[in-house]
Structures are given as structure tokens and as C-alpha cells.
């Protein structure tokens, strides 16, 4: 049957799509694709539908053996990539032939990789998502032996591949103020935007914690706040002054102050930051952040126009007598009509 056995698996490879929607106020997290423009970009390059699943890579990625002849798709942070020993390119299409051997190893640019299959991978739905939310148990939890199953024998008529994103660069993220940003003091609040912050070690799907020089930040109130909603992108600032920016997997409630909150449209922007990134925040106004989601589906939807056709050196096809390169036979010693 169709599809990868998985031989390895490194911490933090789920299954990812957009996630739920309609459930926080039962107390379950949305979860979905820390960055969904890297999500979008294999269901581009497959003609898969937006909402099918993908494997997400935190950082680093596995070891899968394919059962037969099949195309898969990667995007995302890039990571290195081989079949059967042999690299090959990051965010294109890639064809895998029967017991062909596929490692995705570490990142190197970002953090979150994505490994797709024709028709999206075939899983439980739970509350309308198949994306795994491991505190909770939701969804397929993943170990090695398990099999990713297509939901499409589909295949593209020509490989194909996508230039690396410019959000991959950018060193800017924009913020703006939430309903508890009052109960800081205003010299904190100048402060997050004239300050330099470094993404921490302490990072997973739930938050992404800062590090930063200067004097601690703390809300008037301190701790004594009623616990309410929260959505991913809120920056918390804990009793100590450590700042968490919530992300995909984020509690639906809780009690630390928020100064302020990443905007939807850049929040795959900070995902992508590896430890060590060294980045600025920009205060807007909310008729921009909902300009810049605007122009971030705009992005999303002129994607197609960016799709390229992979040159492919035949000398590096691992697969290449499963071709067929000539479409017909003759013997040589026909006789010609002048």
C-alpha cells in the first residue's frame, strides 16, 4: 500500500493543519501549523486542498522509507534533505520510488519544516482538525513503525519548486496594544519597542520565551488579574518579568498580564526564528494589522504565479530506470522512402 513508514522520528514531528476553530470557549486550543504560509506553500506545490494535514518538523525531522512509487512535497523552514543518501531540494515536489530511503535532518533556515503527501495525510479527525496536540492528546501521536497514508494516489504532471520567502529574513515583528496593556507602566511600554529581543532556548508550540537587557517588566497589578482569554500572538509577562509570546498550542485562559500581542499576520514570522535571533517589535494600529493579514492572503493567493518547474540532472535520479526516457523502439535496419 501506498505511503512512508516512519523508521526515526525526532521530538516535536506532529501533524499539522490549520487547526480547530470554534472550541476555545470549551477550553481546547486551536493548535494548527505554526506557520501556515509554509503550510500553504506544499499544498500549492501537490494541488492539495488548504485544510489537508501535513507533517510539521520542529527543528528537526526523521527517517521514512517509501512503500511505492509516490511524489511528497516539502516546505517550510528548510532542512537538510536526501534520497537514498543523495541531497535534494528543499521546497519543491520530490519523487520517491519504491524502498526509497528519505532523511530530513536538521534546520538551517528556521525552525518549522513541512512534509506533505498527494491528498494531505490521511488521520483521525478530532473536533473537526486532524492536528496532534500532544498535552492534551489530541489527534495521532506519532512513533516510529506508524505509517503516513495519502489521501490521493494523485501525482503532478511535472515536478515542481518555490523560491525561499523573503518573511525569512525580516528582523521586524509588529505588535499592538491588547485590552490589559493600560495595566503596564508607560515606560515598559516605550520599552518593548525600543528594545532589542533574543529568542530564548525556552520555546515549543505553546510560547516562545524572550530574553532582553534592562530592568524587568510589570504590570501595575502584578499577578492580581482575573484569569480570561487569551489567543495566540499575546505577549505575557509572568510575576518574575519573563516575557512569553503565546503561540499555536497557547492555553485558552490565563492569568499573567499581557502587554501587548504579535499580530496574526507576522505571527509565522516569529515561529520561524530560531534561538538566538535578534529581533525589534513595532507598535500599529489594528486598521493595519488587519491591512498586513489583507496583504498576507494576498501573498498567499499569488503564490501560484511563483511556481517553477524543477530542472531535474539526470544523473542524480536515484529512480531513473523506473522512467521511461524514449517512446518507441526500432530496430535500425528499416528501409527509408526517399
Known amino acids: 500500500m501506498n505511503g512512508l513508514e516512519i523508521l526515526e522520528l525526532s521530538p516535536g514531528v506532529t501533524i499539522q493543519d490549520r487547526g480547530r476553530?470554534?472550541?476555545?470557549?470549551?477550553?481546547?486550543?486551536?493548535?494548527?501549523?505554526?506557520?501556515?504560509?509554509?503550510?500553504?506553500?506544499g499544498q500549492l506545490l501537490l494541488h492539495n486542498d488548504a485544510d489537508d494535514a501535513a507533517l510539521e518538523m520542529f527543528a528537526v525531522g526523521g527517517v521514512f522509507r517509501s512503500e511505492d512509487r509516490m511524489t511528497i512535497a516539502t516546505s517550510g523552514a528548510e532542512m537538510e534533505?536526501?534520497?537514498?543518501?543523495?541531497?535534494?531540494?528543499?521546497?519543491?515536489?520530490?519523487?520517491?520510488?519504491?524502498?526509497?530511503?528519505?532523511?530530513?535532518?536538521?534546520?538551517?533556515?528556521?525552525v518549522f519544516g513541512y512534509l506533505h503527501l498527494p491528498g494531505g495525510i490521511d488521520g483521525p479527525v478530532v473536533l473537526g482538525s486532524r492536528s496532534t496536540h500532544e498535552p492534551s492528546g489530541l489527534g495521532w501521536i506519532l512513533e516510529p513503525g506508524d505509517r503516513l497514508r495519502p489521501n490521493s494516489a494523485?501525482?503532478?504532471?511535472?515536478?515542481?519548486?518555490?523560491?525561499?520567502?523573503?518573511?525569512f529574513s525580516g528582523r521586524t515583528i509588529r505588535i499592538m496594544d491588547g485590552p490589559q496593556s493600560h495595566l503596564f507602566r508607560e515606560q515598559d511600554r516605550r520599552a518593548i519597542v525600543s528594545t532589542e529581543f533574543t529568542v530564548s532556548g525556552k520555546r515549543n508550540r505553546m510560547g516562545i520565551g524572550l530574553d532582553f537587557e534592562g530592568g524587568p517588566i510589570a504590570a501595575h497589578a502584578g499577578l492580581a488579574i482575573a484569569s480570561d482569554a487569551i489567543v495566540p500572538g499575546d505577549i505575557q509577562v509572568s510575576g518574575d518579568g519573563l516575557v512569553t509570546v503565546l503561540m499555536a498550542d497557547s492555553q485558552p485562559m490565563g492569568g499573567y498580564p499581557r502587554i501587548a500581542s504579535v499580530i496574526t499576520a507576522d505571527q509565522h514570522v516569529l515561529a520561524q526564528f530560531p534561538p538566538g535571533t535578534v529581533f525589534r517589535m513595532e507598535r500599529i494600529e489594528p486598521k493595519e494589522a488587519v491591512e498586513a493579514?489583507?496583504?498576507?492572503?494576498?501573498?498567499?493567493?499569488?503564490?501560484?504565479?511563483?511556481?517553477?518547474?524543477?530542472?531535474?540532472?539526470?544523473?542524480?535520479?536515484t529512480?531513473?530506470?523506473?522512467?521511461?526516457?524514449?517512446?518507441?523502439?526500432?530496430?535500425?535496419d528499416e528501409e527509408h522512402e526517399d
Open 81 to 110: 534533505i536526501s534520497v537514498n543518501g543523495r541531497p535534494v531540494r528543499w521546497r519543491s515536489t520530490i519523487e520517491l520510488a519504491r524502498e526509497d530511503l528519505l532523511e530530513i535532518g536538521r534546520a538551517t533556515v528556521g
Open 319 to 332: 529512480n531513473l530506470l523506473s522512467y521511461s526516457m524514449i517512446s518507441g523502439v526500432v530496430k535500425g
Open 21 to 41: 476553530s470554534g472550541f476555545r470557549r470549551f477550553g481546547v486550543t486551536g493548535g494548527g501549523a505554526m506557520d501556515k504560509f509554509g503550510l500553504a506553500e
Open 293 to 317: 493579514l489583507a496583504q498576507l492572503e494576498d501573498q498567499l493567493s499569488s503564490l501560484a504565479g511563483e511556481v517553477e518547474p524543477v530542472a531535474r540532472d539526470t544523473a542524480s535520479m
Open 154 to 167: 494523485r501525482r503532478p504532471h511535472q515536478q515542481q519548486q518555490l523560491p525561499t520567502p523573503k518573511y
